[in-house]
Nanobody, 122 residues
Framework: QLQLVESGGGLVQPGGSLRLSCAAS????????IAWFRQAPGKEREGVSC????????DYADSVKGRFTISRDNAENTVYLQMNSLKPEDTAIYYC???????????????WGQGTQVTVSS
């Protein structure tokens, strides 16, 4: 069974950091573009960041540029999202997803995880 599992979410104070992980089971990630999306209550799902299969190309939403860093370890079959300088508006459920093709920040992805909650609050 093809599955993506996110982890690393939690409650953090404004200005804090979290690192999210996206681990695959049942398949290897090294041929896929991986993206992180997020969805806050009452809002549409938003593309946060994506990374190409070999990791050479990345893209970020303007709202997270300079604060978030996406990376991947194909040997560990895992993709990461390092989130620094977190703001209350970063509060959302974060999802990872895979696709074959270019790194894009709209939800044209085929396999999705169940999500991990990130809450930024004092």
């Amino acid at each position: 069974q093809l599955q993506l599992v996110e982890s690393g979410g939690g409650l953090v104070q404004p200005g804090g950091s979290l690192r999210l992980s996206c681990a695959a089971s049942g398949f290897t990630l090294d041929k896929y573009t991986i993206a992180w999306f997020r969805q806050a209550p009452g809002k549409e799902r938003e593309g946060v960041s994506c990374i190409s299969p070999a990791g050479g190309n990345t893209d970020y939403a303007d709202s997270v540029k300079g604060r978030f860093t996406i990376s991947r370890d194909n040997a560990e079959n895992t993709v990461y999202l390092q989130m620094n300088s977190l703001k209350p508006e970063d509060t959302a459920i974060y999802y990872c997803a895979t696709r074959e093709g270019l790194c894009v920040l709209w939800p044209a992805y085929s396999t999705w995880g169940q999500g991990t909650q990130v809450t930024v609050s004092s």
